[in-house]
């Protein structure tokens, strides 16, 4: 719902607190990697999205997807970087 408003790092704050008392829980890991993802954090994005392979091996394709996006994306931008030089 948060998210839907447009309130990120709302949604994020929540997440967080909620991860620090429900540690294993693989879904809460994804949705704050989408929220970083949706910040621009990619770093940060790409450690929860790894971080919930490790505690959910069974939803690798739905996670791997995620990662796959981002990395195709980087590399994307790294082609538009290096025609600019």
């Not at 994804?30 to 929860?48: F, P, R, S, T, W």
């Amino acid at each position: 719902m948060l998210l839907a408003l447009g309130r990120d790092q709302e949604a994020l704050d929540i997440l967080l607190n909620l991860k620090q008392n429900v540690s294993k829980e693989a879904p809460i890991y994804v949705n704050i990697g989408k929220i970083y993802k949706k910040m621009g954090d990619i770093q940060e994005a790409l450690k929860y999205f790894n971080g919930a392979l490790d505690l959910d091996p069974k939803d690798i394709n739905q996670v791997k997807s995620m990662i796959d996006r981002i990395k195709q994306s980087e590399d994307n931008n790294d082609e538009e970087d290096a025609e600019f030089r």
